[in-house]
């Protein structure tokens, strides 16, 4: 069954980082919307009298999702780019279509004994939104471990970073780790690693029969790590993946 599209109303727009905002929208007719945390919402929107198509996961941080009324998606602009342009400097109060939920970057049921989430950018949208989820498990199984690998070019790119590392503080079984790929800032933190998220797979030292691996994000640091993860007899069982591919139309 085709997922209904409804008319979306953008409500709130704030920037991140330079070149990324979030932006946050509600239904037209005020309804609910429903997904579960890790999925993507398809957005249309018109650029240049052409009907453009982009996708774009759920980023907000929702406790109650059965009464959820908004979306909120992080956008990072990329140049000559048509959903850049517009949501750039689309303005609270103007309409978008979307249709959605879709994908399965989602969280089992069942916990393994730790989740490995890894992104690149606007990729940590997905376990943003999965937090709440996250705690939840973590208190009702304080043996759970979680650890978040966040690649950015630099620490000025890091998004939600300041999230990230209050949790590290409130749960022992919580670590993040900030990959810089460009530029280390002059006294980094504990957090602050420099290089590509790579340079933190040895260290984390996966393990096929225990580990949960996630990645989302740029096409390629998905490719190479699943190849790095599949040697290590990583399986779609436990070897998740959403790419941020580009769309050709
Ligand atoms: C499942 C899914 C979820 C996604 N979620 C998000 C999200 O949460 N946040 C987000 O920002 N994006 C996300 N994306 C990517 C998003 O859908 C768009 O592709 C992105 O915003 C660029 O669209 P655009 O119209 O601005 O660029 P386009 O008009 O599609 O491309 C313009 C030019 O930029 C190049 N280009 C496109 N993207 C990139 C890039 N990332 N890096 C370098 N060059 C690029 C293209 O090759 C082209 O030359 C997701 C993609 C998928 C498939």
């Given amino acids: ?75 990072t602009a990329v140049p000559n780019g048509a959903a850049s342009e517009y949501f750039m400097n689309t303005k609270p109060g103007e309409s978008a279509k979307m249709s959605g939920p879709f994908g399965a970057l989602t969280l089992p049921r069942t916990d393994p004994e730790r989740y490995i989430f890894i992104a690149t950018g606007t990729g940590v949208a997905p376990y943003r939104a999965m937090l709440p989820d996250l705690e939840r498990r973590m208190q009702q199984n304080t043996d759970l471990q979680i650890s978040l690998v966040m690649g950015v070019r630099t620490p ?57 691996v996630y990645l989302c994000g740029n096409p390629s640091m998905v490719d190479d790590s699943v190849t790095w993860f599949t040697e290590l007899e990583f399986t779609a069982k436990n070897l998740k993946r959403e790419k941020y591919k580009f769309s050709t139309f």
């Fill in 1 to 75: 069954m085709p997922s209904p599209r409804h008319t979306v109303i953008l409500m709130k727009k704030r920037t991140l980082a330079p070149g990324t905002v979030e932006l946050t929208y509600q239904r037209e007719d005020d309804g609910v919307i429903s997904y579960l945390p890790g999925q993507f919402f398809s957005l249309d929107f018109k650029y240049k009298g052409e009907e453009k198509s982009r996708s774009y996961s759920a980023v907000g941080r929702v406790d109650d999702l059965r009464n959820n009324r908004e979306f909120s998606f992080a956008i």
């Fill in 156 to 212: 000025e790119e890091l998004i939600y970073g300041d999230e990230f590392i209050a949790l590290e503080k409130e749960y022992a079984n919580f670590s993040f780790h900030a990959c810089y790929s460009r530029k280390m800032p002059a006294s980094p933190a504990g957090h602050e690693k420099p290089g590509r998220v790579n340079v933190m797979f040895e260290a984390l030292k996966p393990d096929s029969a225990k580990d949960m």
